[in-house]
């Protein structure tokens, strides 16, 4: 069994990834998850009820002793726990923090026999077993054993000649009412969304990738949208992207690694 803090579309590659091979998946989420890219993030459970990523369904619980039935129903269980007080209660093999939040809240190496981060804010070797880096590029899902992350730049990786003209940040703070959904074709300039009297412009063309659930109170300077300039690449709306699967698989290797030592110290 694994823990895998975080459900938003990074973390559902590893939770997915992990579920296909057999591994009783447990995730872990604050109460009023964030995400963006909602059609392929498992974290939309917690509003919903259950969310399916590429025919996977997720299934909110309302606590620990609900995960067996949802496990043996071949789901995934979501359970709102911030501060992964399950992981002291049912002993994991292993915890994943999946959150991406560029910092420890609270991971730690007593937490299982395995500990493995994603991305900066990690130290391999200390804070966790292993961290896995999550930066586009050559790097990307290296395996790093001591050491950190590569650190984070802000800016968000090159699609189609574009870097952070693809992400859309709020322009002020308060409730915001979407008039775009996910999937659309956008124009430069169309408004997306309002927030208070202020309008959401898109910042490109191309396909709105991902945006925050409607209704939703965001801050000012908020990631609140995605654009992918790629229109043929409509698509992948609904699909895990390749730098999740990249990162899950790394992921993997870690848990059938030690698996693996284990097994030979017998």
């Given at each position: 069994?694994?823990i895998?803090?975080g459900?938003?579309?990074?973390?559902?590659?590893t939770?997915?990834?992990?579920?296909?091979?057999?591994?009783?998946?447990?995730?872990?989420?604050?109460?009023?998850?964030?995400?963006?890219?909602?059609?392929?993030?498992?974290?939309?459970?917690?509003?919903?009820g259950?969310?399916?990523?590429?025919?996977?369904?997720?299934?909110?619980?309302?606590?620990?002793?609900?995960?067996?039935?949802?496990?043996?129903?071949q789901?995934?269980?979501?359970l709102?726990?911030?501060?992964?007080?399950?992981?002291?209660?049912?002993?994991?093999?292993?915890?994943?923090?999946?959150?991406?939040?560029?910092?420890?809240?609270?991971?730690?190496?007593?937490?299982?026999?395995?500990?493995?981060?994603?991305?900066?804010?990690?130290?391999?070797?200390?804070?966790?077993?292993?961290?896995?880096?999550?930066?586009?590029g050559?790097?990307?899902?290296?395996?790093?054993?001591?050491?950190?992350?590569?650190?984070?730049?802000?800016?968000?990786?090159?699609?189609?000649?574009?870097?952070?003209?693809?992400?859309?940040?709020?322009?002020?703070?308060?409730?915001?009412?979407?008039?775009?959904?996910?999937?659309?074709?956008?124009?430069?300039?169309?408004?997306?969304?309002?927030?208070?009297?202020?309008?959401?412009?898109?910042?490109?063309?191309?396909?709105l990738?991902?945006?925050?659930?409607?209704?939703?109170?965001?801050?000012k300077?908020?990631?609140?949208?995605?654009?992918?300039?790629?229109?043929?690449?409509?698509?992948?709306?609904?699909?895990i992207?390749?730098?999740a699967?990249?990162?899950?698989?790394?992921?993997?290797e870690?848990?059938?690694?030690?698996?693996?030592?284990?097994?030979?110290?017998?």
């Open positions: 069994m694994v895998v803090r459900g938003g579309d990074i973390a559902t590659g939770v997915f990834k992990l579920h296909q091979c057999g591994y009783a998946v447990l995730v872990l989420e604050a109460a009023m998850p964030t995400a963006i890219r909602r059609q392929v993030a498992f974290c939309e459970a917690m509003y919903d259950a969310a399916t990523v590429e025919k996977v369904t997720c299934r909110r619980i309302d606590s620990i002793g609900q995960c067996q039935k949802v496990w043996d129903n789901e995934i269980p979501l709102a726990d911030p501060g992964a007080k399950a992981a002291g209660v049912l002993h994991p093999q292993a915890v994943v923090d999946a959150i991406l939040a560029k910092k420890n809240i609270g991971t730690s190496r007593q937490m299982a026999p395995l500990t493995i981060a994603l991305g900066p804010g990690f130290c391999a070797g200390e804070d966790v077993d292993y961290v896995v880096e999550t930066q586009r050559h790097q990307l899902g290296r395996i790093i054993t001591q050491g950190t992350a590569l650190p984070n730049t802000g800016i968000p990786g090159i699609i189609g000649g574009f870097g952070a003209e693809r992400v859309i940040h709020a322009p002020s703070s308060g409730q915001i009412k979407i008039s775009a959904q996910i999937g659309d074709i956008v124009q430069k300039g169309q408004a997306l969304a309002q927030i208070g009297s202020v309008a959401v412009p898109a910042s490109l063309d191309g396909v990738r991902g945006i925050i659930r409607d209704g939703f109170t965001v801050a300077g908020m990631k609140i949208a995605d654009i992918d300039p790629r229109i043929e690449q409509k698509k992948n709306c609904t699909t992207s390749d730098k699967r990249c990162i899950a698989g790394s992921v993997l870690l848990l059938v690694r030690h698996n693996v030592r284990r097994e030979l110290a017998l």
